[in-house]
């Protein structure tokens, strides 16, 4: 199920009609050949909400780039295609999967799994066989500090999070001064939270109050309730979908009302507002991307190059995916854009070392700077670490999503203190 | 022949249930022992506080002259106290065979056997009991008199000094109850080990097997002597046969 | 017992024969099929997984719903290991000290939950068991020990020890031979189990434990026994599996509960307390599992239907046709059904 | 520690304690009678959640009613699975149900996932609160425990009232002696198991009313390993030992984070998980057999 | 001839593949009392599970009061009064007593006449009535024994088939009991369908008897004829 080729059902269908005739030396204008991508996607498990829209958002870009027909590689051009198999959000299976993919359907590039512990998995199979992998799903900062050559990373790294967050609230109430952080006792979670934590120190915040709950926990009242009397400035954590929905709803019901409340990747789901109602008005979130985003080739910064579609382009070819899926008419979430962003990063740099070799392509990574429908891509050469990518900061008005930082890409000013505030 | 059993005046109590009213005996090496007695008039109670399964709430037991009242059931095996159980209970998952070659290793008679010599002798006493051809029959298809002459086979192999038997020959044919009396005795004979029984109800058998009958009614021991006395002794005819043999 | 007990040793030797060929038959097959290592080495893992699950629960009859807190001992054993050597050297000591920590850490666990839990029966200790599992990760992450949520992370150390040449060889090929390893291990500890008193004290206990009981048997020692050599095995296969192959060791992932019952699933659908069960289990598993997900699953994609990941709801029909048609499991089959000579060679 | 927060520790440990024994009930019924473990028991309270999670979220019928409506598919998922699986496995050893149940559990998740897909989703049915000390009390979340209750009470009769509860008892004590006194074992398999189911699924739509978020395929996960552990401390197949011991789990988490609070450099919520599967060793320690069982 | 109540035909069964029963045939008259002899193992519990349903027959034909009832599971058995006092009891051993006969009375017309039962058991078997509180399974050997016929009894049965119910039992209640069941049937108009390994006195108490090994009967007959031919009941028999 090579998915991509857009007229692939065609295309099948005259290949086969048309075999002996290419035999007989039919010679199309130009030798178009195919080029592998390949992934392990969670789409089933705990991580199938995430795998499904990477699917998606890979799928998209693929689809764009065939249509600009393909990339070329030292003279040739080569369209893509898109390989996957479904790993069940299981560490055991990627490898077996990983394997496969490189070793029997002949593929050169991969995207990673999602989450650090598949990864780390994958990793020695795929650095055993050469083949580089884009970590378009792990935010983890752990996992490039371990000396891996050929695995890169697309999105800001969870220490980083909320950076944009705090810078917000900085600039727009000097008055703040405490911080309270509740987060689920996870890997990428507790990333996050060490890394808000310590940079709201050094914005000079107090973080009063630094607790976790588990993962898969039922009811947060305990770690809320002494919220009511502490009555912190702001609130952030948070940390999966069903876990940062909880926390928003039972945090409107006990009336826990701080200036602002921050919550890790639930809220970006677009039906957050439907799922929680009220309880959800005012919640900001970081964001790696929105759809609203105002990247475009007439704002590139300093340094970068502008490649791929346009934010509107790529929420199209999204949405046509989506209905072949049978999703119905839906908005990419910026998993989606995540994956999209890979394949991007991957084909210019295949472009640029015009060379499919991965040694090559790794290093044409190094030098890349690309402003993308999803913003600044950038790595560190060392580690493979995304540092050139931002958050921007979306926050739930009247029920719709709205970017309200930075500044610059902002649609609305943010809703500041939140509704209720009793200060 | 020394004592080997010592039973001093034992009670035990279920509830408002008296089970045991201050019991005594004892039991000699070599002897061959019958307990009789109506429904409920204790006998499987003093069973299971002679082989540990119940503690006494009163009186104590020894054994070789030592007080194993406190002794967890394992330990009183290992110092040579057998037991079959009324329902038999063997393994019914495993071979005739490895039951009674594990009765074998286990007993008090196993130390430092290997598995090879342990099924030799399992083999010998299938024979002994009669089991022959079941050897490779897993235990849980035989039928209950077969899984009765399983259980004595593995207390036999465990080759212990006092053998204790519930209800062995209950719901056998009158042939398969004698040929197991019979194996009792010959084993008495061939291995030295001293059997108490609690030969129930069948009087027959009671009679053919025993040396001495101890008769218990309402948790007390109500006589005792050799079958024949006992077994035409009025009282006896009266709280327990019904009418005279 | 005797300094050598030549018949334990010459049965155990035939009643192990036939897993042994079946795992050889595996490594050839690992280096022969080239792209498919990787499954091979997962169909090992389920298979060594259950074999070594098998030993406590086909032996006594306990299901240790926790056992996975025995691969996740190993894993955090083996990491300790290395991170004790990391910055002393020791080149490719990590890996026999990073297995005998695993191994020492993983026997005491078992020890002490063994000697605690051992004392219920059934379910009841099934469940306990899975309290200690979970009681375990709550604990690393609450207490924020041993790298807490976030997990120990032992690849850079590995590479600094052996350098990445040698860690990519460690990882891949020779954590698979090593796996391989402790599969004939397993297979040998089982059969010798099973040939000696220890063996028939436990079928006894199995059968049934109050019989046993009162035979004689030490009942305690020998399941707390079976126990810890179940568990240093689980732990062998943890720190292989997760801190050898994965380098990562992350609460999330080491304590799941799934494994056990993975286990647990390939015991049963090869046989219960048979030694070829849990290879034949792991063939069915993950041969299924693979074959739906990475061939059925795109013939139905290619044909309109949108079915990967969808791929459980075509393999769970299948394990539950599988179960209800052989209840005893496969190998249970065989060897019911089977002539005798057969049967012999199945158990 | 503040009056305030006692009080809340005390109030919604009792809560989400009623709604884990509802949530359990139904594993100890099926374990009671049929002695199967059933692993899938998360993924039928998935359903139940789900149940009102489109009955109210999409078609707007009241939360109180959907409970109705698990009920009745908990009536039909029961016998469906019973006649198509179990009753192939009641004589069968007993982990090849274990094994059917992980099957099934994995068919209910992976389907739901296939119709409703894998979001995470959650409804507002919004009744408001009263303030007390500081601390609101949630009348959704009063409500669903109040239903939760109803529920196991109108099971206690079934099984300690009703001549089918007699029965039912007669079939766990022994199967053949069942048959000699004319007990339909089969169909007193089939009502229990699908009894379990019932409850279990309804349960689901309790959890889903006082929770209101986090309804997703694999939601359920957690549940089966509570149910397991709440079923075991109170003494597996015992009604009110799930009641008990759910009520006594609540609070003991609650409680212990009060206490665990107090302390610099860890995560209390997290250990109470911790403590609280120390109770249930503990307790099974000095019972082996949990709280209400011989 | 008199009216029979129970009748087998060529009745097979078994476990698994092992054939047990192997074409037995037998019948019991309305009122009356068959006995059926063997050696041990010759399948005479396997027959009375067999007709009552416990295990499926292989082939043949049971017929109750002249219905066929051959495949009828056992709870439609027991509803029509066919109904067995099994070997080893299969007593509700957590359940009190009082319990265990209560369940006893499972069946319409056990609960129709639930009191006037319960009345006649415990005055049967007083020490029930002193242990009615009593859990099952702590009972005595006998005294279960009395508390699973007295269970069966609970059911009305018109034909009862009670599988060696004097096992366990100190001499002098087995006679009682044997007694009771005269008695009975003709209060109750019961039938009964005896096993049993006292033949002496099953013979006197029953009107006719099988002699059934392997499987298969190879001796019937009324038992003053039976007795006459002792010699050969010996050697079938062992005695
Ligand atoms: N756990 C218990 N609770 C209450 N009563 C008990 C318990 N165990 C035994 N009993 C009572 O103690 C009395 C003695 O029982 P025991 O089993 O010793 O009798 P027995 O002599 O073996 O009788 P039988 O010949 O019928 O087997 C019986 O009346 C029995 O009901
Ligand atoms: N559950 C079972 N599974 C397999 N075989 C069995 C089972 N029960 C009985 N058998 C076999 O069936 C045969 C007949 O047994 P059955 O119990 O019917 O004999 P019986 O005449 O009642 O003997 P007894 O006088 O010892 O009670 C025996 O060979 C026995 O091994
Ligand atoms: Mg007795
Ligand atoms: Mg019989």
């Known amino acids: 199920f090579i998915l991509g080729d857009r007229g692939e059902e065609g295309a099948t269908a005259t290949e086969t009609g048309a075999r002996e005739g290419a035999e007989a030396g039919e010679t199309p204008a130009e030798e178009v050949e195919t080029l592998v991508i390949g992934a392990p996607l969670s789409l089933s498990g705990k991580y199938a909400k995430e795998g499904e829209m990477s699917l998606m958002g890979a799928l998209a870009v693929v689809n764009w780039i065939n249509d600009q027909g393909g990339i070329k590689v030292g003279g040739k051009t080569y369209k893509l295609e898109f390989i996957f198999y479904d790993d069940e959000s299981n560490p055991d299976r990627v490898v077996s999967l990983v394997e496969k993919l490189i070793a029997e359907d002949n593929v050169n590039f991969l995207l990673a799994p999602y989450s650090s512990g598949l990864t780390a998995k994958a990793a020695p199979i795929a650095e055993k066989y050469g083949a580089i992998m884009l970590s378009h799903g792990g935010a983890s900062d752990k996992i490039f500090t371990q000396g891996y050559e050929f695995i890169v990373q697309i999105l800001t790294p969870a220490s980083r999070y909320f950076v944009s967050v705090l810078d917000m609230v900085k600039a727009i109430d000097p008055e703040a001064k405490t911080v309270a952080i509740v987060y689920k006792e996870s890997e990428f979670a507790r990333t996050v939270a060490e890394g808000a934590k310590s940079y709201a120190e050094s914005l000079g915040f107090e973080v009063v109050y630094f607790k976790s709950y588990p993962a898969d926990a039922q009811d947060l009242t305990p770690v809320l309730q002494p919220l009511k009397d502490i009555n912190p400035d702001v609130l952030i954590g948070g940390g999966h979908f069903a876990d940062g929905q909880l926390l928003a709803r039972q945090l409107y019901e006990l009336g826990i009302k701080p200036k602002l409340i921050g919550l890790l990747v639930a809220p970006a789901i677009p039906d957050f507002y439907d799922n929680l109602g009220e309880a959800a008005e005012g919640i900001v979130y970081p964001s790696q991307w929105e759809p609203k985003v105002k990247y475009s080739p007439d704002n590139v910064p300093e340094g970068y190059e502008w490649y791929g579609p346009t934010v509107e382009e790529f929420i199209q070819y999204f949405k046509e995916v989506a209905r072949e899926r049978g999703k119905g008419d839906i908005m990419p979430s910026y998993h989606a854009a995540d994956a999209g962003a890979a394949i991007l990063f991957l084909a210019k740099a295949i472009e640029k070392a015009g060379s499919l070799d991965p040694e090559k392509v790794r290093e044409a990574m190094n030098d890349l700077a690309l402003y993308t429908f999803y913003g600044k891509l950038k790595i560190d050469p060392e580690t493979g670490l995304q540092v050139g990518h931002d958050m921007v900061v979306g926050q739930w008005q009247n029920g719709k999503k709205v970017i309200v930082w930075p500044r610059e890409a902002s649609e609305a000013d943010p809703l500041y203190p939140l509704p209720g505030y009793s200060g | 022949m020394g004592e080997l059993l010592r039973v001093e005046s034992v009670s035990k109590r279920f509830g408002g249930v008296v089970a045991l009213d201050k019991v005594s005996f004892s039991v000699d090496e070599g002897e061959l022992i019958a307990i009789i007695g109506p429904n409920g008039s204790g006998k499987t109670t003093l069973f299971n506080v002679i082989n540990g399964i119940l503690k006494p709430d009163e009186g104590r037991v020894y054994f070789l002259g030592r007080d194993i009242t406190g002794l967890p059931p394992y330990a009183r095996v290992r110092l040579g106290i057998a037991r079959t159980f009324q329902v038999p209970r063997p393994w019914p998952g495993l071979s005739v065979l490895e039951n009674i070659a594990i009765g074998a290793l286990f007993g008090s008679g196993g130390r430092g056997l290997g598995v090879a010599e342990a099924l030799s002798q399992a083999r010998n006493i299938i024979r002994v009991v009669g089991l022959e051809g079941k050897a490779e029959v897993l235990a849980g298809q035989l039928t209950a008199p077969e899984k009765k002459l399983l259980e004595l086979a593995r207390a036999i192999a465990m080759k212990p000094r006092l053998l204790l038997l519930d209800e062995i020959v209950a719901g056998m044919s009158p042939k398969d109850a004698d040929r197991v009396v019979d194996t009792v005795r010959k084993v008495r004979d061939e291995y030295g080990i001293t059997v108490v029984s609690m030969v129930e109800h069948v009087m027959r058998v009671v009679a053919r097997f025993a040396e001495r009958v101890i008769v218990m009614h309402q948790g007390r021991i109500l006589l005792e002597g050799s079958p024949h006395e006992v077994l035409r002794h009025p009282k006896v005819v009266e709280v327990y046969l019904g009418v005279a043999p | 017992m005797t300094v050598i007990d030549w018949f334990a040793l010459r049965t155990s030797l035939k009643r192990a024969a036939p897993a042994l060929a079946l795992y050889t038959i595996l490594l050839i097959l690992y280096f022969a099929v080239p792209g498919k290592s990787q499954l091979i080495a997962q169909i090992l893992f389920y298979a060594v997984l259950g074999q070594a699950f098998n030993i406590f629960m086909g032996m006594t009859g306990y299901v240790d719903f ?282 | 520690m503040e009056v305030g927060q006692i009080f809340a520790t005390i109030l919604y440990g009792t809560l989400i304690g009623v709604i884990y024994g509802v949530a359990t009930v139904g594993l100890n019924v099926i374990f009671g009678v049929l002695r199967i473990v059933n692993v899938g028991h998360g993924a039928f309270i998935m359903v139940g959640a789900y149940t009102t999670l489109v009955l109210y979220g999409s078609l707007g019928v009241p939360p109180p009613i959907t409970i109705a409506a698990s009920i009745l598919l908990g009536a039909v998922l029961g016998l469906i699975t019973y006649y198509l699986v179990i009753k192939h496995l009641v004589d069968a050893p007993e982990l090849a149900t274990l094994i059917a149940t992980f099957a099934i559990g994995i068919l209910l998740q992976e389907t739901v996932k296939a119709i409703y897909g894998s979001d995470t989703r959650g409804f507002s049915w919004n009744l408001g609160f009263a303030e007390v000390l500081n601390v609101n009390i949630v009348y959704s979340r009063l409500a669903a425990a109040l239903l939760g209750l109803l529920l196991l009470i109108a099971l206690y009769a079934l099984i300690y009232r009703t001549k089918l509860g007699l029965a039912m008892r007669a079939v766990v004590q022994d199967k053949e002696g069942a048959m000699v006194v004319g007990i339909n074992v089969d169909r007193i398999y089939a009502l229990s198991y699908t009894l379990g189911i019932m409850i279990t699924v309804a349960s689901g739509s309790v959890l889903a009313i006082y929770l209101q978020s986090g309804i997703h395929p694999y939601m359920g996960e957690i549940y089966t390993l509570k149910g397991f552990v709440i079923a075991v401390m109170g003494g597996l197949g015992s009604i009110i030992g799930a009641f008990v011991a759910g009520v006594l789990f609540g609070l003991f988490e609650n409680a212990s984070y009060l206490i665990l609070s107090q302390i610099e450099g860890i995560q209390p919520l997290v250990l109470t998980r911790s403590i609280a599967f120390l109770l249930l060793l503990t307790i099974l320690l000095l019972k082996p057999t949990g709280l209400f069982r011989r | 001839m008199t009216k029979q109540l129970l009748v087998v035909e060529n009745l097979e069964a078994g476990y698994g593949e092992m054939q047990v029963l192997w074409g037995i045939s037998l019948s019991v008259a309305e009122r009356g009392i068959s006995a059926v002899l063997g050696p041990n193992g010759a399948g005479k519990t396997t027959l009375l599970r067999a007709v009552a349903g416990i295990i499926r027959p292989w082939s043949g034909r049971i017929t109750f009061s002249g219905e066929d009832v051959t495949l009828s599971p056992p709870h439609v058995k027991v509803g029509k009064g066919l109904v067995l006092v099994p070997e080893g009891r299969h007593l509700f051993p957590e359940l009190s007593v009082e319990e265990n006969l209560l369940l006893g009375a499972y069946t319409k017309l056990g609960r129709y006449n639930l009191e006037e039962s319960l009345d006649l058991v415990y005055s049967v078997f007083p020490r029930l009535k002193e242990r009615r509180e009593q859990r099952a399974g702590t009972l005595s050997g006998g005294e279960q024994q009395m508390l699973a016929i007295g269970r069966a009894l609970m059911a009305r049965p018109t034909l009862l088939m009670l599988d060696e119910p004097s096992q366990g039992l100190a001499p002098k209640i087995a006679i009682e009991i044997l007694d009771i069941l005269q008695r009975l049937r003709g209060e109750w108009g019961l039938s009964i369908l005896l096993v049993e390994q006292n033949i002496v006195k099953s013979l006197e108490i029953a009107d006719y008897a099988y002699v059934i090994e392997q499987g298969r009967v190879v001796l019937e007959g009324e038992p003053e004829e039976l007795s006459k031919k002792g010699d050969l009941i010996k050697a079938y028999l062992g005695i």
């Open chain 3, 66 to 347: 926790g056992y996975v807190a025995f691969l996740a001992a190993g894993a955090y054993g083996f990491s300790i290991a290395i991170l004790l050597l990391s910055g002393v050297g020791g080149g490719w000591m990590f890996i026999p000290l990073g297995l005998l920590i695993a191994a020492i850490i993983a026997a005491s666990l078992a020890g002490l939950v063994g000697a605690i839990a051992l004392r219920l029966r059934g379910a009841y200790f099934a469940i306990a068991t899975i309290g200690v599992n979970e009681g375990l990760r709550y604990l690393v992450e609450g207490l924020n020990i041993l790298g807490g949520s976030i997990g120990l992370y032992i690849v850079k150390d590995m590479k600094e020890l052996v350098g990445r040449e040698g860690y990519q060889l460690a990882a891949t090929t020779l954590a698979d031979m090593l796996m391989f390893l402790l599969a004939g291990v397993a297979v040998l500890t089982t059969s010798l189990i099973l040939s000696t008193r220890m063996g028939f004290a436990l079928q006894a206990i199995r059968e049934d434990e109050d019989a046993a009981r009162a035979l004689g048997i030490n009942v305690t020692k020998y399941k707390i026994a079976a126990f810890m050599i179940s568990g240093v095995l689980g732990g062998a296969l943890g720190a292989l599996n997760w801190a050898l192959k994965g380098g990562v060791v992350e609460p999330a992932q080491v304590f799941l509960i799934l494994y056990t019952v993975e286990a647990i699933v390939i015991v049963m659908l090869g046989g219960a307390g048979t030694l070829l069960g849990p290879i034949f289990g792991a063939l069915i598993y993950i041969g299924l599992n693979f074959t739906s997900n990475v061939y059925i699953a795109p013939v139905l994609e290619s044909a309109g239907i949108k079915a990967t990941g969808l791929h459980l709801i075509i393999l769970a029909p299948i394990l539950l046709a599988v179960i209800i048609a052989a209840p005893q499991g496969l190998v249970g089959a065989i060897r019911s059904r089977a002539p005798s000579r057969l049967r012999e060679i199945v158990v």
